[in-house]
């Protein structure tokens, strides 16, 4: 089992900057990737960037140059820094963790755009 906390959400106006944290604990070491994902009012749930136990990184379009995600595993903690928000950016972000066997989801921290 592995559980994941975020926080560092909020609201932010546009143009700002917010960086959220993914605590992960238990069974870390089964993790071969982790991930953020997003879901607004009315959309799925889509993928914004992962990163692999390795460092690979891929983000979405919609972010690339502007997100930034990274993992500290002595920490056992992964970030994803935004930049250069916008009114789109807004939705409720999720902190997801794949090990071969299984997938887990933490319980979400919402970030809004808005002046």
């Known amino acids: 089992q592995v559980q994941l906390v975020e926080s560092g959400g909020g609201l932010v106006q546009p143009g700002g900057s917010l960086r959220l944290s993914c605590a992960a604990s238990?069974?870390?070491?089964?993790?071969?990737?982790m991930g953020w994902y997003r879901q607004a009012p009315g959309k799925q749930r889509e993928l914004v960037a992962a990163?692999?136990?390795?460092?690979?990184?891929n983000y979405a379009d919609s972010v690339k140059g502007r997100f930034t995600i990274s993992r500290d595993n002595v920490k056992n903690t992964m970030y994803l820094q935004m930049n250069s928000l916008n009114p789109e950016d807004t939705a409720v972000y999720y902190c997801?963790?794949?090990?071969?066997?299984?997938?887990?989801w933490g319980q979400g921290t919402q970030v809004t755009v808005s002046s």
């Open positions: 997801n963790a794949a090990t071969w066997g299984s997938t887990y």
């Open positions: 238990g069974s870390i070491f089964d993790i071969y990737s």
């Open positions: 990163i692999t136990s390795g460092g690979r990184t």
